[in-house]
């Protein structure tokens, strides 16, 4: 949960700014984005071993040079 208090003399302008990247921050639009809509196990499961996949194909491709 993303807290934010006024601080003294301070504009709205700047207290949203500094509340959106709080929000960006703690990864509270990523995790909207991904809950959006339904994603079925098995895609779940497809992203993730192609991501391992990736990072296991740089992780050659650095270890190669």
Request: proline residues 2%; without cysteine.
């Amino acid at each position: 949960m993303v807290k934010l208090r006024l601080r003294e003399n301070e504009h709205i302008s700047e207290a949203v700014k500094r509340f959106r990247k709080l929000v960006e921050h703690a990864g509270i639009k990523k995790e909207m984005r991904r809950r959006e809509y339904y994603e079925k196990p098995s895609e779940i499961r497809r992203r993730a071993r192609r991501r391992a996949e990736r990072r296991s194909r740089i992780q050659r491709i650095i270890a190669g040079t």
